[in-house]
DNA sequence: CTGGTGACAGTTTTT
DNA sequence: CTGTCACCAG
């Protein structure tokens, strides 16, 4: 536990002073790598330590369960056991434990599911289907874009303005789906925010309850906030606000969501007597990076000037280089990479390829697979969203709600239990009839059955077959739900895995089925960590904090590879050497962007993201030519390239000595250059990721970086191989799957070359 | 219920 | 060139 000198030590003026200042609203504007998330903490260690405000009047608000944790994590640091007693978590996550409490102000359901992007489209869809509308014309996905659009900007149904005949039908449709929402308990996304926004407005008591609890307001990520967040906190701040904000216009990128850099300035305007603090000297990049990153974002009008700087000197020149297309750009990599690692200038796992979109990880993946170097893909299917987890997660939703009918359609068939289309179709239309969600009606139904005169009263459009399917169904559901009150939660599952025979129905032998039970065993473990909690609340918590998480924990911290991300997942994160691909018009900045100055300006913030995420060394490529979509096109360099002085960049220097005005970088001379290094460093070496791996048993089949062909993914590389059980798991990175788990005794999988 | 086919879109996606 | 999804045949 730190003491108070010790919070303030350490950090430099501007930091200190953002530490310090503790009454009224404060905004600091936090360059990359400036120490944002040390002042945060600090200053709530700070507020408790030295200003003896209790730990639970402080609200700390992230973005990303991510950087809760985190949070969580330095703050345990600095206080201790007291940190618990803080209020840190994402606007989502604290939302709904707020609209889980205050249920009957806010008017919704204490039992309301969460709806994600997958649950929120088959409602979207459905409402487009209620309307008798073509979902070819109106596409659920935009229709939801809108609604999502509306819903940031805290604009109800009522509230819409249709200008054209497009908007009119969005609106009917953003009011059924809302209508829908609202049969099924559900709340999604966005009605998180909008929802408990609504709560502040409407009831001043609960609002005034929630001032007084937490007088100490801490954002994080404030160019990120949109309408409906920035809202929220300027209620629940109040007019004595004690608010502290941190951000960076300059690192807003994601308009496309909703967020709203301009929430920077508007907070200036909305608290003229804000404190504005600016950070910023930088500690984690060379000066020659950073003069980079100020090249590239300086063009952008939109912003506060701002200027970082480093005291840690220049550092190396950075490189760019033009590959001939996405094959080389990828070989280009490896071959630096391996370079740097031979030389002992960085490990691999120092290394990152960042791209703008998710396409370009393919080719870069090929020839990491190809050459036989490991590698960790950030952004592969999320957790959550897989199938087996989703149905899972519906069963044990819909013991929580019955009423979730998108859950319910869900698995009313699976696994197959010969509820068709058909049948389910009639169940649907015959609940509508009678103004009652789907559940409600299976009910009915099972009561009729048992009064045994359902001949008379019940009329459900329903064969005996399809009945008695449906019965069988519903039985299954109510039993589950009885038993859940003598359960802890592993066991719950462990009852809906069996007595739905989800599990014998999943392991089906195959690879696949394999992979997929593997999952759910992961799954297991997660809720494992709640079987303590007692049984109302332990599913009530572990569905909520689920739906609010993209992805379990990865491990791969201790995995020793290169990461591939986009640049919007490397927000946030550091790596010593980056490489930047496909510097590109059209690419970087992307074609969608070309015709909009303001998004042309965010895709210059996303190239001051990535550029900022370097340590030390910084590569920026571009390719000559490049196939898209089947077709290979000859490309121009970025214009963000353009913007770079010369003298910054290795071999540049040249032109400026030619006076060469222009960019186009002669593909010749740097291919050249490049090709010959690319060949002197496969000849020369053999690569050996043994010296960097960690070591593991000698029993073991596969080691890290060995190459394998598997009958399904195809060729891959071995990245971590441990012992699990009796058998050995192995994690294989395939070329266009990404990671896979296998259990090496179950993978058609053979080893082609090994390491050493 | 599975598997095949054809149409279609393909930027980014913290929750 | 892919991956996805709706739809239909067996």
Known sequence: MARTTEILAGLNRAQQEAVETVDGPVLVLAGPGSGKTRVLTHRVAYLVREYGVPPWQIVAVTFTNKAAREMRERLYHLMGDQFRQLTIGTFHAICARILRREADAAG???????????????????????????????????????????????????EMRPATYRDEVAWRIYERYETLLAENSALDFDDLLVRAVRLFRQNAEVLAGYRRRYPFVLVDEWQDTNMAQYELVKLLAGERANLFVVGDEDQSIYAFRGADYRNVARFRKDFPHACVILLERNYRSTQTILDVANAVIARNIQRQPKRLYTEQG????????????????????????????????????????????????RPIEDAF????????????????????????????????????????????????????????????????????????????????????????????????????????????????????QGLNLLELLDLVLERTRYATYVQDGTEEGQARWENILELRSVARDYADLPPETALTTFLEEVALVSDVDDLDEQVD??????????????????????????LLPHSRSMDDPEQMEEERRLCYVGVTRAKERLYLLHAFRRTLYGESEVREPSRFLADIPLHLVKGWEEKQAARQPSLGLEPGRFLGRMRASVASFAAAQRPKPSAVERPSPTALRFRTGDQVQHKVFGQGVVIESRLSGDDEQVMVA???????????????????????
């Open 108 to 158: 919704i359901s204490p039992r309301y599911v969460i709806y994600d992007r997958t649950d929120q489209l088959s409602l979207a869809r459905r409402a487009v289907r209620d309307l008798n509308l073509d979902d070819k014309l109106f596409r659920p996905q935009a229709m939801l874009r809108r609604i999502s659009k509306a819903k940031n900007e805290l604009i109800t149904p009522a």
């Open 314 to 361: 220049g550092g190396c020149q950075v490189t760019a280089i033009e590959a001939y297309d996405e094959q080389e750009e990828g070989d280009i990599i490896i071959s630096e990479i391996q370079h740097l690692v031979a030389r002992g200038q960085a490990r691999l796992g120092d290394c990152a390829v960042m791209y703008r979109t998710n396409a370009q990880s």
């Open 369 to 484: 697979v190809r050459r036989g170097m490991p590698y960790k893909l950030v952004g592969a299917t999320r957790f959550y969203a897989r199938r087996e987890i989703k149905d899972v997660l519906a069963y044990l939703r819909l013991i929580h709600n019955p009423y979730d009918g998108v859950g319910l359609s869900r698995i009313i068939n699976m696994p197959p239990r010969a509820i068709g289309q058909k049948t389910v179709g009639g169940l649907v239309k015959w609940a509508a009839e009678m103004g009652v969600p789907v559940y409600a009606a299976l009910q009915v139904l099972a009561e009729a059955e048992e009064a045994e005169e359902s001949e008379g009263k019940v009329r459900a459009p329903l064969g005996t077959r399809a009945k008695r399917a449906l019965l069988a169904f519903t039985a299954l559901i109510e039993e589950l739900s009885r038993a859940r």
């Open 561 to 586: 590879a290169p990461t591939l991300l986009t640049l919007h997942a490397a927000k946030g994160l550091e790596f010593a050497v980056v490489f930047i691909v496909g510097l590109e018009e059209k």
């Open 734 to 756: 395939f070329a266009g799957v990404g990671l896979k788990r296998l259990m090496a005794s179950l993978a058609p999988m053979d080893k082609v070359a090994t390491t050493d």
